[in-house]
């Protein structure tokens, strides 16, 4: 996956930047990114550790992958920036 990553590049940012929702001193930054192959990146807490025993038994998370946590507020003001389809 890393590999996959060398080339890809952050197009735009989805949603209000962190200063317009409030933080101004750099320590609380949940961020959301539209990459240039069509993902998304996000910045947010590491959980992993915290949330892994609890995802449900449909869900799996491999070796690589982490779990993190963005606010409500950063993913409500996203929402208009991510397409529908």
Excluded: W
Aim: glycine share 6%.
């Amino acid at each position: 996956m890393h590999d996959e990553l060398s080339s890809v590049r952050i197009a735009r940012r989805i949603g209000a930047s962190p200063r317009q929702r409030g933080s101004h001193t750099g320590e609380t930054c949940p961020d959301i990114f539209e990459l240039s192959d069509g993902n998304y990146a996000i910045i947010g807490t590491e959980a992993t550790a915290a949330l892994d025993s609890h995802l449900p038994p449909d869900a799996a998370r491999a070796d690589y992958e982490r779990i993190v946590v963005i606010t409500r507020e950063t993913l409500i003001r996203a929402k208009k920036d991510i397409p529908d389809a």
